[in-house]
T-cell receptor, first 111, second 113 residues
């Protein structure tokens, strides 16, 4: 079975803190994605990566950056957390031409 | 017009009912179609994956794609309380190396014992 893991299930941070969310997949997938999910807005793509050290902006990249130094690991960075970044963050990975497999999510609260 | 439209529900059915979930879309270039199930406070789980038009069956689940009408469906037979979840449709233009998914906002389904 494909396994996508995320570093934390729940996270509470303060405004202005730098926040790291980490995602690891164990199936040698090329593509990895970061989304946020908010009630009424659905899933929105923040960034994605189709290879090591490659990244592309999604629909809502402002306030976020990413890092992919190894194929299995994709990190989302909130440079200076703000209250409007309180959300459920979901990581996904996929092979070329396949469906995306999601991790369990990190529920981030910024106070 | 939104690219993908999905009725948010909520949809409430008795156990054993046949459930029909639907999405419409506007981009005729979509070729790959997926259904996800998401339990409360969990990540989405891939249920069905289809390419182009036609039907695909997996156990109690059947996915249908009608590209001429830009309409996709998921049918659940003999629905169970464990099927209670939010169902998301998703689709993409490309299956290639940098493809992105466009999601519906999800339909909340409750199956009552």
């Amino acid at each position: 079975d494909v396994k996508v893991t995320q570093s934390s299930r729940y996270l509470v941070k303060r405004t202005g803190e730098k926040v790291f969310l980490e995602c690891v997949q164990d199936m040698d997938h090329e593509n990895m994605f970061w989304y946020r999910q908010d009630p009424g807005l659905g899933l929105r793509l923040i960034y994605f990566s189709y290879d090591v050290k490659m990244k592309e902006k999604g629909d809502i990249p402002e306030g976020y950056s990413v890092s992919r130094e190894k194929k299995e690991r994709f990190s989302l960075i909130l440079e200076s957390a703000s209250t409007n970044q309180t959300s459920m963050y979901l990581c996904a990975s996929t092979l070329v031409g396949g469906g995306q497999f999601f991790g369990p999510g990190t529920r981030l609260t910024v106070l | 017009q939104k690219e993908v439209e999905q009725d948010p529900g909520p949809l409430s059915v008795p156990e054993g009912a046949i459930v029909s979930l639907n999405c419409t879309y506007s981009n005729s270039a979509f070729q790959y179609f997926m259904w996800y199930r998401q339990y409360s406070r969990k990540g989405p789980e891939l249920l069905m994956y289809t390419y182009s038009s036609g039907n695909k069956e997996d156990g109690r689940f059947t996915a249908q794609v009608d590209k001429s009408s830009k309409y996709i469906s998921l049918f659940i037979r003999d629905s169970q309380p464990s099927d209670s979840a939010t169902y998301l449709c998703a689709m993409s233009v490309s299956g290639g190396s940098n493809y992105k998914l466009t999601f519906g906002k999800g339909t909340l389904l409750t199956v009552n014992p």
